[in-house]
Every structure is written in structure tokens, then in C-alpha cells.
């Protein structure tokens, strides 16, 4: 183990991602913490009982330009922690392309950041329905596995689409390293360990295939030897998380369970989104067929000239729904028919302030009508909106193992109004059509 105590540091690229990255370490019985910003040492002695320090980032809507200024710092700080391994964080459908969310460029950065000749790439999470076999990705959508390039959503993002389901070939687009590939035949060779060092020794990276528990089990094995032989930056999905968990409960090293005391409904609960996914559409219309009052805001007017004057006509919607003892759902887009990014985009760095504006109005309800629960719905969305809440660090109240990645958190703040909200940050692909409901009940749905 590390001299500090830590077993694994790591930086998500979006909000989600960071919390579902906490929600499997602390389902496997390992203490985590997640910092919204890099925080000095009296924030971090806080939490010195936890066993893994992670931080949230954005770099999965920034550009090269943008990974090559603040994944440094924020890569160098993951290092001076000194944990056993340290984690990139991509989202499981491995949407990003040379121009956005450049997985192969931060692939660079941390291998100079951490001196490191050969990095390892795990991708696959059969808990999230993520699975990669001979380097391709496959993911679950309503029941049925599609190739990634095949999606109904994925193949189709609005940013970031997928058309390639091969992750090495997907990659070399973004980077001019050389790859290689462990896959699930050489992982259940009994001389696997000499497959993985030998592709070390070839390539700058490799990806190793994880298409069920057993070559989940057989991946973290290896993650954790070659962390131990000096190679502790690893990048890939919460898969990592769900690999290592499996070795870590095999060998002894953590407990591989936790229980979590359940939560009590709360009378309301308050939703925003800026997701433009079917899944979130469902959600929404759920929760408004259920009794929430649904308020469509104009996306193109919180980011424009009259942005302060359509934050407060929101806030103010949302609050009369919320004196009324309803709950209440505020979006930007009520699924992919409704996507107005190309609209957006004609407006420099409107995507970020939308979500920002997303944040400010839910920081105001929050703090107006004393609500003690919430939600953001949309990866990116949360990543942009959770800034404007003043919230310094979360930690996980209660997972939600029917909707994994998305657990309900606590948020810790020098805000009165905002100390102890608990909040859910919720991927567009995440969860349930009951989701928002489950969140205000306290269910574990």
C-alpha cells in the first residue's frame, strides 16, 4: 500500500463520471471522497479517513488546448497524493473525438506527468452494461447490447458521436502513440502476466478486454500488478474501480461490501437538466404524469444578452411550484428533438454557460425554499452547474444499484443554505424511468 494510506486517487472528466467512479469504490467497501476543485491541505485532512481522494473535471467537453493547461496541475496533484493508483476517468461509452474530449492527449499528458513509459486502458463494466471484446465496445440500451458505433444514442451523440466501436483504432485518431491489446483469450491464458509485460514493453498504451466477472477479476489482478511495479496511472472507465474492487475483496485489501443507512423521503425535490437524452426525456415525463410541475426554459435565452432576466423568470417559476408543496423538474430540451445545440454552438462557450446557468438557478431554490434535495440531470450539464452551488467536496449518502452511477451524495460547503444538500448528478444514459421519484422518496430503486 501506498505510504499515505491511499489506495486509489483519480480525476473524472465530467461530474457524473467522477460520482460513479465514488459510488463503486464505496459499494466495495472503500471510503471515498470527491473534491470539486483542487483543495488546500485542512480540506483534504477532513476526510483523512477515506482510502480513495478523487477530482471532478470537465475535461470531457474541453478541447487539446484545454487539456494541455489544467490536466497537468490537476495530473500533479493526483501524484503528490502518493496512492497506490491513480485513475484518468473516461466516461464507459468512450465517446470523444480529436477535437473534444481527447482521450488519447490526456493519455499523453499523464504518462510525462507520471514518468511512465506504457499505460494501461480498461474500459469495460459489465455493472453499467459496458463490455469490450477484441478491442471493441458494446453497451446496453432498454434491454438489448449494441455495438457502440451501433448505439440508438451513443452512434448519434451531439457532440462526440461514435463510428468507430474498435477503441484502438477509435484512438488513434486522437493520438499518434503506439497501442496494443490485451483481449479475453490472453487474459485466461495461465501465462498472461508475461502477455501483459511483453505489450508493455511495446506500446505506449494497451487496452485489456473485460467482458464478464471472470476477465473482470482476471483484469484487476494484472491492473494492480503493474500499478505495483511502478506503473500506477491507469485510464479507462469505472470499470477500473469495478476490476481493482474484485482483486482488492479477493486479496484481503478492502471488505468488498458496505451498508448504507436509507434515506427518508423529502417532501420536494427540485430537477434541473440541460440533458438532451431519450432516457432523460422519459424521466421528465414521468415525473411530470406523477404530480411535478415541468418548466421548459429556453436554452439559447440563458445564454444570451438577457441571461440574468431569464435565470430569474426560472427561478422564479420554480419557486412558485415549490410554495405550492410541488415538485418541480426545470429543462432545456425535452429529448433529441428538441437538441438545439447547433443553435447554441453559434455562441462561443454556450454549452459551458448554459450549464452554469442551469446551477445558478437551482443554487437559488435551494437556498430560497430551504430544500434539502436535488438533482442535475446531464453529464456535461453537471459538470458546469455544480460550480455555482459553492460546494467544496461530496461524499456518497446512498448508491442506487438499479440506476448505477448515480448515487444520491452529500454535498460539504461553507454555504449554510447549501451544507448537507443532498444532490444526485445523473448521466443522460443513467437510470430509470421512475429515477427522479426514487431520488425524492429515498428508494434504492
Avoid at 475535461?59 to 488546448?65: F, Q
Wanted: negative net charge; contains cysteine.
Amino acid at each position: 500500500m501506498a505510504e499515505t494510506g491511499l489506495l486509489l486517487s483519480y480525476y473524472g472528466d465530467d461530474l457524473t463520471g467522477s460520482t460513479d467512479v465514488m459510488e463503486a469504490l464505496e459499494l466495495g467497501g472503500v471510503p471515498t471522497v470527491l473534491f470539486t476543485g483542487r483543495p488546500d491541505a485542512s480540506l483534504v485532512a477532513r476526510f483523512g479517513h477515506c482510502r480513495a481522494m478523487g477530482l471532478a473535471g470537465t475535461s470531457r467537453s474541453e478541447t487539446p488546448a484545454w487539456m494541455d493547461e489544467n490536466l497537468t496541475p490537476a495530473f500533479e496533484w493526483l501524484r503528490s497524493l502518493n496512492a497506490a493508483i491513480s485513475h484518468y476517468k473516461v466516461c464507459s461509452t468512450f465517446d470523444s473525438s480529436p477535437e473534444i474530449g481527447n482521450i488519447g492527449r490526456a493519455i499523453e499528458i499523464g504518462r510525462k506527468v507520471f514518468g511512465q513509459d506504457c499505460v494501461p486502458l480498461l474500459v469495460g463494466a459489465p455493472q453499467l452494461k459496458r463490455y469490450t471484446a477484441f478491442g471493441n465496445l458494446f453497451a446496453g440500451y432498454r434491454g438489448r447490447t449494441y455495438r457502440i458505433d451501433r448505439h440508438p444514442v451513443m452512434s448519434r451523440h451531439p457532440v462526440t458521436p461514435m463510428r468507430e466501436a474498435d477503441l484502438l483504432k477509435h484512438l488513434a485518431e486522437q493520438t499518434a502513440m503506439t497501442s496494443a491489446l490485451v483481449d479475453i483469450t490472453d487474459l485466461r491464458l495461465t501465462g498472461r502476466a508475461a502477455i501483459v509485460d511483453r505489450v508493455r514493453a511495446e506500446s505506449d498504451f494497451f487496452l485489456i478486454d473485460v467482458d464478464g466477472p471472470e476477465t473482470q477479476l482476471l483484469a484487476g489482478e494484472e491492473l494492480w500488478r503493474v500499478a505495483r511495479a511502478e506503473a500506477p496511472f491507469v485510464v479507462g472507465s469505472s470499470g477500473i474501480e469495478y476490476a481493482l474492487l474484485r482483486h482488492w475483496a479477493a486479496a484481503g485489501i478492502a471488505p468488498g461490501t458496505a451498508a448504507f443507512a436509507p434515506a427518508a423521503a423529502v417532501d420536494r425535490l427540485a430537477v434541473v437538466s440541460g440533458s438532451v437524452s431519450p432516457t432523460t426525456e422519459r424521466q421528465i415525463g414521468h415525473a411530470v404524469a406523477n404530480g411535478y410541475v415541468g418548466i421548459e426554459l429556453d436554452p439559447l435565452a440563458l445564454v444570451g444578452e438577457n441571461a440574468e432576466a431569464a435565470i430569474a423568470g426560472a427561478v422564479a417559476a420554480g419557486q412558485k411550484a415549490l410554495r405550492d408543496g410541488r415538485s418541480v423538474v426545470l429543462y432545456s430540451a425535452l429529448g433529441p428533438n428538441a437538441d438545439r445545440g447547433s443553435e447554441i454552438d453559434r455562441v462561443e462557450g454556450a454549452r459551458h454557460r448554459l450549464g452554469r446557468a442551469l446551477g445558478t438557478i437551482l443554487r437559488d431554490l435551494v437556498r430560497s425554499e430551504g430544500l434539502r434535495r436535488a438533482v442535475i440531470a446531464g453529464g456535461d450539464t453537471s459538470s458546469h452547474a455544480l460550480g455555482q452551488l459553492g460546494i467544496a467536496a461530496l461524499t456518497v449518502r446512498m448508491p442506487l444499484p438499479q440506476s448505477p452511477g448515480s448515487p444520491l451524495c452529500v454535498a460539504h460547503s461553507g454555504d449554510a443554505g447549501v451544507d448537507g444538500l443532498e444532490i444526485a448528478l445523473k448521466g443522460g444514459q443513467v437510470g430509470t424511468d421512475a429515477y427522479f421519484e426514487a431520488i425524492r422518496l429515498g428508494e434504492r430503486l
